[in-house]
């Protein structure tokens, strides 16, 4: 959806802050994201000079690369390539979860430097961040599997005994505040 709604901004002249003001930068920077457009979409992006676009892929990933390019499907903007059996933090792992992990994604990128380069980590980024939902980083790190957990889902048992959402404080709540334009 980034891809398709920045190319609606930058098509539509909604990155344009009048009639012939120059266009201000859309960037879409895309994790995991599938293709969206066929050759044709593809071609109207790149004659648009103020959308760029980022996709960055993590090598077993399949999703960045479906639909298939055989469905006419084609991949827009410029691609980052990661992959996550370079990490010597992470797991050989064959679960299409682990390689499609958002976290898993953002930790890539952060050690990432090239195809000639080693992977090092230069961001400082916890890698428990990525076994929040999943089991990636190798056991000798100690990092519980899918450790993320917001207890009871926020919910809070009553006197009565029902579950409920907890009352939140009156100065936390959305106020609608009367305007007078004499005032």
Not at 40 to 56: D, G, M, S
Not at 136 to 145: A, G, H, W
């Amino acid at each position: 959806l980034a891809i398709l709604n920045a190319y609606d901004i930058a098509e539509n002249g909604l990155n344009q802050k009048g009639v012939g003001s120059s266009a201000i930068p859309v960037t879409a920077i895309c994790f995991a994201s599938p293709r969206v457009g066929d050759i044709a979409f593809k071609q109207r992006c790149e004659q648009l000079p103020a959308l760029h676009v980022l996709r960055i892929k993590n090598g077993p990933d399949i999703v960045p690369n479906l639909p298939f390019e055989l469905f006419g499907y084609r991949d827009v903007g410029t691609s980052l390539l990661v992959d996550s059996r370079e990490s010597p933090y992470l797991k050989d792992s064959k679960n299409p979860h682990d390689w499609h992990n958002l976290e898993a994604y953002i930790h890539l990128v952060a050690g990432t430097h090239g195809p000639s380069e080693p992977f090092k980590l230069v961001v400082d980024r916890d890698i428990a961040l990525v076994n929040k939902s999943s089991a990636f980083v190798l056991d000798e790190y100690l990092i519980p599997e899918s450790w993320w957990q917001e207890e009871n889902k926020g919910m809070v048992q009553g006197r009565e005994g029902v579950w409920k959402q907890p009352d939140r404080p009156h100065h936390d709540l959305p106020m609608l505040t009367r305007y007078s334009p004499c005032e």
